[in-house]
């Protein structure tokens, strides 16, 4: 197997708590590996501390103990090597499609252009270049974002719960696309979600967490080739094994 | 019928009160009170002495330059104040003193300073617009979405460019209605300065009306001048949140392509 791109070693993270309240501890002993070209999904229940795990791979927050290394150097703070979507959006509202596309590529103006253009092609953006984001919906604004980050040519991309904002069709439509997306550029993806189909739709591997102080409770491969068909027995397999690692159950009106 | 209606229904409110104004002018006898036949004829008769054009280019040129440097001063120091929690600290208890003390009140240390000549009204016209530039400019980086700071951090800005394709822009549009909201102060503090410190422009027109035989329909006209002028700065200034780059931040929803 290919050496690890992210290395997570013993982290341990807690916040101070306000006041009176003791120190809260969100993470508590992360152990993972993310290979090359791999989709991870991180799920866990909400407020386990899975965005907290994704800020410090990505160097927004520093762990309490513990370290993270990809490509083997120590991750000391945010880097253009790897880019983050984020749950709220970050498209920047005061630039067009197009130079939202464009704002992290650093090329010449032609080359530039030729990247942007791939890229708006790619997230059926075509036609849109001249739009503002507050003319978007907000399921044109992600795949603004996610153009945004492909186009800087990162060698890792983290998504925050990405799709959490968009209502039921647009979320299968943009899972659909962003597989086929990462089918062809190959980044490695590690994505946060607390929702297991999500999960099962999208990744390679799906990593359990538990409830906080989080651990990594289980981690599932998916084996189910690509396009993923959400109606066989082996998905619903993945699916139901999650649920049951989560203590739940996928069936409305039974208590787990 | 909603434009007819938006057109004509303020012509009609002005029309009806210029009428009473009329009327109860000449029924109460008064021959120092102006009707507003009065004060047309005092407006073309500033018009035909070249006084008009004057004193209005006067008055603009009072506000654009002490504007111009309270937006040059006010935009970064507020940003640098919303920006470094330390200088926010050391400096907003100062600003928030100075803020409340009305220009009028500077206008014998102005008179000190810069004698009587156009320097003082500019300064006044400085101080009365760089405090609300200076605080709307603090608001909006200290409101600034985390999101947008965290994704330029991302894409690696630092410094000067973090500042000038991020913080900047986030920034504009509330920084923008900091300026209209100075505008407006500018114009009435104009006003009140020429009338102290200078020998032109509409408050001096206004004063030396009433002092050099109680031309009141000059001062009336004046005063209409002042309003007419201080609505076109306003809707001039305003134009400006019409713009692509600031839009966004005017409204919430609207206009989205599905």
Redesign the interface.
Not at chain 1, 77 to 80: F, K, L, M, Q, V
Not at chain 2, 153 to 156: P, T
Not at chain 2, 244 to 249: A, C, Q, T
């Given at each position: 197997m290919n050496p690890a791109i992210i290395e997570i070693e013993h982290v341990h993270k807690s916040f101070h708590g306000k006041g009176r309240t003791a120190n809260i501890a969100v993470l508590a002993g992360i152990d993972l590996a993310v290979y090359p070209g791999e989709f991870v999904c991180l799920v866990g229940p909400s407020g386990c501390g899975k965005s907290t795990l994704l800020n410090i791979i990505?160097g927004?927050t520093k762990p309490t103990q513990g370290a993270v290394r990809i490509q083997g150097k120590p991750v000391e703070?945010?880097?253009?090597e790897?880019?983050?979507v984020?749950q709220?959006?970050?498209v920047?509202?005061?630039?067009?499609v197009r130079e939202n596309i464009g704002?992290?590529v650093q090329a010449r103006p032609a080359e530039k252009r030729a990247v942007v253009d791939r890229y708006l092609a790619l997230m059926g953006l075509g036609g849109?270049d001249r739009?503002?984001?507050?003319?978007?919906?907000g399921g044109?604004r992600q795949r603004v974002e996610i153009a945004r980050a492909l186009a800087?040519e990162p060698t890792l991309i983290f998504m925050d719960e990405p799709f959490g904002a968009l209502d039921f069709l647009t979320r299968l439509k943009m899972r659909a696309d962003l597989v086929s997306i990462w089918q062809q550029e190959r980044k490695t993806i590690v994505f946060v979600t607390h929702d297991i189909e999500e999960s099962v739709q999208l990744a390679d591997r799906v990593i359990v967490m538990t409830p906080r102080p989080a651990r990594i409770q289980e981690e599932v491969p998916v084996l189910l080739p690509r396009p993923r068909d959400l109606d066989t027995a082996e998905y619903l397999e993945v699916r139901d094994r999650i649920f049951a690692v989560m203590g739940m159950s996928p069936k409305v009106g039974e208590t787990g | 019928m909603k434009r007819f209606a938006a057109f004509y229904l303020p012509l009609l409110t002005l029309g009806v009160l210029t009428l009473a104004w009329d009327q109860v002018v000449v029924r109460s006898g008064t021959d120092i009170f102006p009707r507003p036949v009065d004060v047309l004829r005092g407006v073309a008769e500033l018009c035909s002495r070249g006084l008009l054009l004057k004193y209005v280019v006067a008055s603009l040129f009072r506000v654009s330059i002490g504007f111009t440097l309270a937006v040059l001063v006010g935009v970064p120091t507020g940003l640098m104040l919303g920006w470094f929690r330390p200088a926010f600290l050391a400096f907003n208890p100062l600003i928030q003193i100075l803020r409340p003390i009305s220009p009028i009140a500077w206008i014998p240390i102005a008179i000190l300073w810069f004698h009587v000549d156009d320097r003082a009204p500019i300064f006044l016209i400085f101080l009365a617009s760089v405090f609300p530039i200076v605080v709307s400019a603090t608001a909006a980086v200290q409101n600034i979405?985390p999101?947008?700071v965290?994704?330029a951090?991302?894409?690696?800005l630092r410094g000067v460019d973090l500042f000038r394709?991020?913080i900047f822009?986030?920034c504009?549009p509330q920084i923008l209605t900091g300026l209209r909201i100075a505008l407006g102060i500018a114009w009435l503090v104009v006003v009140a300065a020429e009338m102290i410190a200078v020998n032109s422009g509409l408050g001096y027109l206004i004063i030396d009306a009433r002092n050099a035989g109680k031309r009141y329909d000059l001062v009336v006209a004046g005063m209409i001048l002042i309003g007419l002028i201080g609505l076109g700065l306003d809707l001039m200034i305003r134009r400006l949140e019409t713009f692509?780059?600031?839009?966004?931040?005017y409204?919430q929803?609207?206009?989205?392509?599905?």
């Open positions: 990505a927004f703070g945010p880097s253009r790897r880019i983050f984020f709220e959006n970050g920047f509202p005061w630039l067009n704002f992290g849109f739009a503002y984001p507050h003319e978007l919906s044109m800087a | 979405q999101v947008y965290r994704a951090r991302n894409f690696g394709r991020v822009p986030a504009l692509d780059e600031v839009r966004w931040g409204q929803k609207g206009g989205q392509i599905e």
